[in-house]
């Protein structure tokens, strides 16, 4: 692998590792292992395959996970009645509603009906209010991962010019608020860009650090960043690809190839934010079980 390439796939092994090694700790001492749940609605392809990362990545460090599958024509009011079966249930840590949902189901209505303490996704407003304050809390799963790669790779924030692109509440948002939060690991100066900013070549191109999250397949050319900026590549998308054997293959919201020729660090798709945002989850419900047993 090209030195400028931050892996993410070996990081996120490394705290996979970490977090194996403290659930081991709680099963030696007769803990219940954390668990996850997973709530899948519908049939979205792409959807199916996260929770099946997800549920293996549980196995793998030894955290119970459980999926429950509803058809594409569930009501709202029967996934608000799952929802409340798991947050009432005691033997469930933390859970997920994997998104996006059907059409016919109000996604903001159904966050806010999860268990604040149980929102492993961090996407709950108490959890998202308690992140702009700089409370401790559930930080969502992919602007956490970018951090933690950030971290792991060295790269420093504090006084740097960041710019995002995309603002939405899952990704861009967040991530911006973090990273220009006055703490540990913050303190950068953040632009946050969206589909109504105008010159946007001359703004990323001032990006100490670039985190590009807004779902255009490599729309980020090598014309549009700084030599030696630190480039996060947030997006996922499958391109059709007979050559390959499962028929596509996946590229990001950054045009790689072009990128990693200027970029003086940079990170893949796949094998960057990905594998990171997975393990987030499992930090998350690591700390979720925390709050059931008090450590
Ligand atoms: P959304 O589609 O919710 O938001 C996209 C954002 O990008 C919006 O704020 C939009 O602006 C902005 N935008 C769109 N086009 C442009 C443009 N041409 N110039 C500037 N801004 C633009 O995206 P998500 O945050 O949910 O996801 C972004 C990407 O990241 C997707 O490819 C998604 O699949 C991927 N993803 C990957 C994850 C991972 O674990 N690796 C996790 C989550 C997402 P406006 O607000 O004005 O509409």
Same mark, same amino acid.
């Given at each position: 692998m090209s030195n400028n390439i931050i892996d993410g796939k070996a990081i996120a092994a490394e705290i996979k590792k970490e977090i194996a090694a403290k659930v081991a700790l709680m099963i030696d001492a007769e803990i219940e292992a954390p668990h996850l749940a997973a709530i899948i609605v519908g049939e979205d392809a792409a959807s199916q395959t996260y929770v099946v990362s997800k549920e293996k990545a549980c196995h793998d460090v030894g955290i119970t996970s459980t999926i429950y599958r509803m058809p594409e024509k569930t009501t709202e009011k029967e996934l608000l009645e799952m929802i409340e079966f798991l947050n009432q249930?005691?033997?469930?840590?933390g859970f997920i509603v994997q @998104? =996006? @949902? =059907?059409?016919?189901?109000?996604a903001d209505k159904i966050i806010e009906k999860i268990n604040p303490d149980k929102d492993v996704d961090g996407f709950h407003p108490r959890n998202i209010g308690m992140m702009q304050l700089g409370l401790p809390t559930y930080l969502p799963a992919t602007p956490f991962g970018i951090i933690e790669l950030l971290k792991r790779s060295n790269v +420093? &924030? %504090?006084?740097k010019h960041c710019v995002v692109l995309g603002r939405s509440n899952i990704v861009g948002t967040p991530i911006s608020i973090l990273l220009s939060r006055k703490s540990e690991y913050g303190n950068a100066t953040v632009t946050l860009c969206h !589909? @109504?900013?105008?010159n946007l070549e001359e703004i990323t191109k001032q990006a100490d650090i670039l985190i590009a %999250?807004?779902?255009? =397949? +490599?729309? &980020?050319?090598? !014309?549009m960043v700084k030599k030696g900026a630190v480039v996060i590549d947030v997006g996922i998308h499958r391109i059709d690809d007979s050559a390959s054997e499962k028929g596509y293959h996946l590229v990001g919201d950054v045009d790689f190839e072009e990128v990693a020729s200027v970029a003086g660090k940079i990170t893949p798709v796949p094998g960057g934010v990905g594998p990171m945002t997975i393990v987030s989850l499992l930090q998350n419900t690591l700390l979720a079980s925390k709050k059931r047993t008090r450590q």
């Open positions: 249930d005691p033997d469930i840590d @998104l =996006p @949902l =059907p059409k016919h189901i109000n +420093e &924030v %504090a006084g !589909s @109504l900013t105008q %999250a807004i779902g255009q =397949p +490599e729309f &980020v050319k090598a !014309s």
